[in-house]
């Protein structure tokens, strides 16, 4: 008679007998049932045949089985002594404890302590799926094993398996999940590729000290490049990464990663120094140091540190698995005190810069205080204000440098109800300057102490519409909201102020609805412009998801604008920039785009377009396109690229990557990335062609290849330190392949 039944996620239903009073319970789910202090396990004997003593020993034959608690022990014979609680158990023996298994021809087994050894075993741990086999096992308890002579892979062929660990003597602790192989050799595919005295690997996914996969690599600026992260797990919230790397044509190198978590900070710090690059002739070095404090009583603190020897070492000298897509020239070096408390908002900070760029690096500020205070619905008014003082150098000969202090107040006003808003809001800048230095392209005349003070009114107003439609038998909600946005600011001559920290905003949907065309506290644009903008959405009905939205916004200027600054485009009388947007999410497919449209000129001044297509996880295209007219933010050049990635499955095992940046003014690829990944059962390889630009020197840009390959054993290690991570930021959309779902340790329970 056969018994099934479904696992219940509430109260289990109660155990039943099987048949007459004197057989067992079934139960319909497993359960474990604590003994209370004094009581010991009742120790089951089943077979075909039984023979005994009282209270002294029990033969077992024929399928002969021995249960206790959570351990049963299986063979074709089984002698139990009673008084020793030894049990003896002969021909086809299977062992199993918490759902681990030993299989053998004998084995010899103290019951209760669950001691003793087996010959010739075979074993099977369930939740890490590691299995082995060799000459002798010895168990210590239920979760320490000695195995002599032993393999360990996580492959399902245990007679060929893709890896394995071959050793003199394997340590197992699944208390701990942790291995340790003596005298050990790593196999692949029959080969050597690693040998120790002493190996630990994990046993499960869990953070273990050891030697994590290695990294190769093949380009024309580093020659062959081999990389062995040696991983040190020092406590559960800090650990330390080592990595060694030779690469032919510059030398060794070592990089020094280390993480820190506790509840109050948290932070990384990494270091890699490569002595006597043997192609530049100099030690070389990067440092990276990111740090966060929680002070308590709404005070928290932060430290961001870059710095590096040369500008180029962010490209040839980026982790051998890492994708280069282009260069740094800008390094920052910045430390600061936050204070946070209900209206208010405080910081201070210095901040400096390393620049490697020809351009003018930003101004350090050595130091600044910031503070903000904000009170939201107080008898329907908004208000508060910003105050900013900040000191300013710049380490560049004749430039202008000083102190700036700013009073930024504000209050509004919003009427409505659903589906209409109207707010007015009432700004004032206020900026002083005392300045220590005057550079040689100041304005003549230029004081060393002066102010101005610019008010803005602003009129923000908008409504929201709505109707029920039905799109190829799909039930929607359309929305039509159209919007205006009135600006009045009155002309300030604000020629003397310096640009310490300012710069004209880009134009696109959110910067229309601006109230200063700049940001930072330089300039403070005048205007007397009105912009208008509509939106209509499409909005599933059924679950409330956007499916298409098409944005159609302008300005239009009353006057011609005065203020300006190096590098902007100041508008005139009449309408200004026309910009359009769309995005689409429809099944599988989405689109966004954007267009920005210079009446006066006739000519599009910008343009972005983007398709994803994602059919399935593992299979995805992306598509996207970028314009941008030359202006002085673009150095004068005009940007036009096409970028291509995707993802796609070529086999059940096989999958490929790609990536293209093409630049088509200049009719080259400024970025290109192929590569493929093989997944096996237990172990995966990743390859992967790549052709870079540098752009972070001072002289033109430059270019190079490599060739990288990673191997991942899965259950040696479950750490990704390479290509993966790379694709996935390389490939929007990008999915590895699932992780598949913990057994339970009674899966195999008999």
């Not at 990389?227 to 030398?251: C, E, I, Q, W």
């Not at 202090?405 to 209050?411: A, I, S, T």
């Not at 300039?523 to 098409?550: H, K, P, Q, W, Y």
């Not at 400024?670 to 540098?694: E, H, M, P, R």
Request: hydrophobic share 35%; net charge negative.
């Amino acid at each position: 008679m056969s018994h099934v039944y479904a696992q219940s996620s509430s109260m289990p239903a109660q155990p039943e007998l099987t048949n007459d009073p004197w057989s067992l319970l079934l139960a319909p789910r497993l359960e474990e049932h604590p003994l209370a202090p004094g009581m010991s396990a009742v120790t089951f004997g089943l077979g075909s045949e039984a023979t005994g003593t009282y209270d002294a020993d029990l033969s077992l034959k024929g399928s002969a089985e021995l249960r206790r608690a959570t351990s049963v022990v299986q063979a074709d014979a089984i002698h139990y002594d009673v008084d020793q609680d030894v049990a003896d158990a002969f021909g086809h023996v299977v062992l199993t404890r918490d759902g681990n298994q030993f299989i053998g021809p004998y084995a010899h087994l103290h019951v209760d302590s669950n001691e003793g050894m087996m010959t010739t075993p075979r074993y099977h741990f369930i939740l890490s799926d590691g299995k082995g086999s060799g000459s002798r096992v010895e168990l210590h308890d239920d979760q320490q094993e000695t195995l002599y002579d032993g393999t360990y892979t996580t492959c399902q062929c245990v007679d060929d398996p893709a890896w394995y660990v071959r050793a003199s003597r394997l340590d197992l602790d699944n208390a701990q999940n942790n291995g340790v192989a003596h005298n050990g050799v790593l196999f692949f595919l029959g080969v050597p590729i690693f040998a120790s005295p002493w190996l630990s690997f994990p046993l499960d996914g869990t953070r273990r000290s050891g030697i994590l996969p290695p990294t190769f690599s093949i380009s024309s600026t580093n020659g062959y490049d081999v990389a062995v992260p040696v991983y040190f797990n020092l406590a559960p919230n800090y650990d330390l990464t080592l990595t060694p790397r030779l690469m032919s044509k510059r030398g060794v190198m070592l990089t020094t990663d280390f993480r820190y978590l506790t509840p109050s900070y948290s932070g990384t710090l990494s270091f890699a120094y490569l002595p006597n690059d043997a192609l530049t002739n100099t030690n070389r070095y990067s440092i990276s140091f990111q740090h966060q404090q929680t002070l308590g009583g709404g005070f928290s603190a932060y430290v961001n540190y870059q710095r590096v020897s040369d500008a180029n070492v962010t490209t040839d000298l980026a982790n051998s698995s890492s994708v280069v897509v282009g260069g740094q020239s800008l390094f920052q070096q910045e430390a600061g005190v936050a204070f946070n408390h209900g209206p208010w908002s405080v910081l201070t900070r210095v901040q400096y810069w390393q620049s490697f760029s020809d351009a003018t690096p930003p101004y350090n500020r050595e130091p600044e205080l910031n503070v903000k205070y904000a009170r939201y619905d107080v008898g329907g008014f908004d208000f508060g204000a910003t105050w900013d003082a900040t000191r300013f150098t710049i380490p560049v000969g004749n430039s202008t440098q000083g102190e700036r202090l700013l009073f930024d107040p504000y209050v509004s006003y919003e009427f409505g109800q659903p589906g209409w808003y109207a707010t007015p809001k009432l700004q004032w800048h206020f900026a002083s300057y005392n300045l220590s230095s005057i550079g040689t392209g100041a304005p003549a005349g230029q004081p060393t102490t002066f102010s101005f003070n610019v008010p803005t009114l602003s009129f923000d107003s908008g409504m929201t519409f709505e109707r029920s439609v039905n799109l190829f038998g799909v039930g929607l909600i359309q929305t039509l909201e159209p919007r205006l946005y009135y600006v009045y600011t009155p002309y300030r001559n604000q020629n003397y102020a310096p640009i310490f920290d300012t710069a004209p905003l880009d134009f696109g949907l959110a910067e229309v609805f601006t109230s200063n065309r700049f940001v930072g506290g330089d300039r403070v644009s005048d205007m007397n412009r009105i912009t208008a903008g509509i939106t209509t959405r499409f909005v599933d009905a059924a679950n409330g998801n956007e499916l298409a939205r098409f944005v159609l916004a302008q300005e239009y200027y009353f006057r011609n604008t005065q203020v300006t600054m190096p590098g902007d485009s100041p508008p005139t009388v009449g309408p200004s920039n026309l910009i359009a947007g769309d995005s689409l999410n429809i099944g599988a497919v989405s689109v966004q785009q954007g267009i920005e449209y210079n009446q006066s000129s006739g000519e599009f001044t910008q343009a972005t377009i983007g398709l994803g297509w994602k059919r399935a996880a593992g299979s995805v295209f992306n598509a996207a396109y970028l314009y941008a007219r030359a202006n002085a933010t673009l150095d004068d050049e005009t940007e036009n690229q096409v970028l291509l990635s995707g993802q796609f499955p070529l086999t059940r095992r096989l999958s490929g990557v790609g990536q293209i940046d093409y630049d088509i003014v200049s009719h080259r690829v400024f970025a290109g990335l192929i590569g493929l990944k093989y997944l096996a059962d237990c172990w995966s390889v990743s390859f992967a062609f790549q052709k870079y630009t540098n752009v972070s020197s001072t002289t033109t840009p430059t270019t190079g290849t490599r060739f990288l390959m990673q191997l991942q054993l899965n259950g040696l290690s479950h750490i990704d330190n390479g290509l993966q991570q790379q694709f996935r930021a390389s490939i929007p959309g990008y999915s590895a392949a699932p992780s598949a779902l913990p057994e339970s340790r009674f899966s195999s329970y008999p």
